[in-house]
Antibody, heavy 121, light 107 residues
Framework: EVQLLESGGGLVQPGGSLRLSCAASGFTFSSYAMSWVRQAPGKGLEWVSAISGSGGSTYYADSVKGRFTISRDNSKNTLYLQMNSLRAEDTAVYYC??????????????WGRGTLVTVSS | EIVMTQSPATLSVSPGERATVSCRASQSVSSNLAWYQQKPGQAPRLLIYGASTRATGIPARFSGSGSGTEFTLTISSLQSEDFAVYYCQQYNNWPGTFGQGTKVEIK
């Protein structure tokens, strides 16, 4: 079955760190770029970060640049998001998403169920 | 950053009727536009990419049109399972940006 399964969310204090993971199955993970997209409670979707299939290229939204690091382990079919210096405004459900095609464009054709990150004291 | 503006914010439609959602980009995104459906408590699902190409398994009642800065998602005959929030996303420029969403509710 083709699926993405996120883990690692939870409650963290402002200034703290958290590492999200996304386990992929059912497709050739290393052939596809991957991304993290978040959704604050009751709000819309915000693209956070993306990484090419090889891992050689990474991209970040300005709101997280310098604080978040995206990475992948193609031998483990797993995507990561290391989140440091967390702020209250980072509170959201974080979705792992598969990019449909690096050549046709970075839209997202498969999404995980999401993991909730809450930043609060 | 390209700003995507959807209208209306909420659309009230009776089952079996047509629903039309609009999305406008602050600058041209060519045909690099996707539409997603999101139901409460669920992840988004890709409906349309390339402005008009249906994703795998998406029923034919969903169609997309437009290019440049003006785009439309049309649901030809609303079914009960289509009541949800719909988002457009441009992927022509970094970062890919989403519209604020349109809620399609039962009239």
């Amino acid at each position: 079955e083709v699926q993405l399964l996120e883990s690692g969310g939870g409650l963290v204090q402002p200034g703290g760190s958290l590492r999200l993971s996304c386990a992929a199955s059912g497709f050739t993970f290393s052939s596809y770029a991957m991304s993290w997209v978040r959704q604050a409670p009751g709000k819309g979707l915000e693209w956070v970060s993306a990484i090419s299939g090889s891992g050689g290229s990474t991209y970040y939204a300005d709101s997280v640049k310098g604080r978040f690091t995206i990475s992948r382990d193609n031998s483990k079919n797993t995507l990561y998001l290391q989140m440091n210096s967390l702020r209250a405004e980072d509170t959201a459900v974080y979705y792992c998403a598969k990019v449909g095609s690096e050549t046709l464009g970075w839209y997202f054709d498969l999404w995980g169920r999401g993991t909730l990150v809450t930043v609060s004291s | 950053e390209i700003v995507m503006t959807q209208s209306p914010a909420t659309l009230s439609v009776s089952p079996g009727e047509r629903a039309t959602v609009s999305c406008r980009a602050s600058q041209s995104v060519s045909s690099n536009l996707a539409w997603y459906q999101q139901k409460p408590g669920q992840a988004p699902r890709l409906l349309i990419y390339g402005a008009s190409t249906r994703a795998t398994g998406i029923p034919a009642r969903f169609s997309g049109s437009g290019s440049g800065t003006e785009f439309t998602l049309t649901i030809s005959s609303l079914q009960s399972e289509d009541f949800a929030v719909y988002y457009c996303q441009q992927y022509n420029n970094w970062p890919g940006t989403f519209g604020q969403g349109t809620k399609v509710e039962i009239k």
